[in-house]
Nanobody, 123 residues
Framework: QVQLVESGGGLVQAGGSLRLSCAASGRTLGNNCMGWFRQAPGKEREFVASISRSGGLLSYADSVKGRFIISRDNAKNTVYLQMNSLKPEDTAVYYC????????????????WGQGTQVTVSS
């Protein structure tokens, strides 16, 4: 079993930055692709970014490409999402997740999920 705990969310003005962290416990994340997803009120959960086991493969949603950066530190069993140039439409609950796939953007490919952290971007 893997337990994932997100942190770093909060309220920020448009154009600002936040860095989300996802800490894992239970077992090492070194064998898992990790992903970030988000869900805004009244909307379906959507893919944000994913990173392969070694960090050599990355994938981003078009809506965040060039603004968000996903990274991982396997020694710390932690995954990060650096969010820059935030927009009001980035407001959502952000979730991290772990998958056995090499790299995945489909939420159904992820087996473990955190509880989420709220990100609110004011205009």
């Amino acid at each position: 079993q893997v337990q994932l705990v997100e942190s770093g969310g909060g309220l920020v003005q448009a154009g600002g930055s936040l860095r989300l962290s996802c800490a894992a416990s239970g077992r090492t994340l070194g064998n898992n692709c990790m992903g970030w997803f988000r869900q805004a009120p009244g909307k379906e959960r959507e893919f944000v970014a994913s990173i392969s086991r070694s960090g050599g493969l990355l994938s981003y949603a078009d809506s965040v490409k060039g603004r968000f950066i996903i990274s991982r530190d396997n020694a710390k069993n932690t995954v990060y999402l650096q969010m820059n140039s935030l927009k009001p439409e980035d407001t959502a609950v952000y979730y991290c997740a772990a998958s056995a796939d090499t790299l995945a953007s489909n939420a159904r490919r992820y087996d473990y999920w955190g509880q989420g952290t709220q990100v609110t971007v004011s205009s």
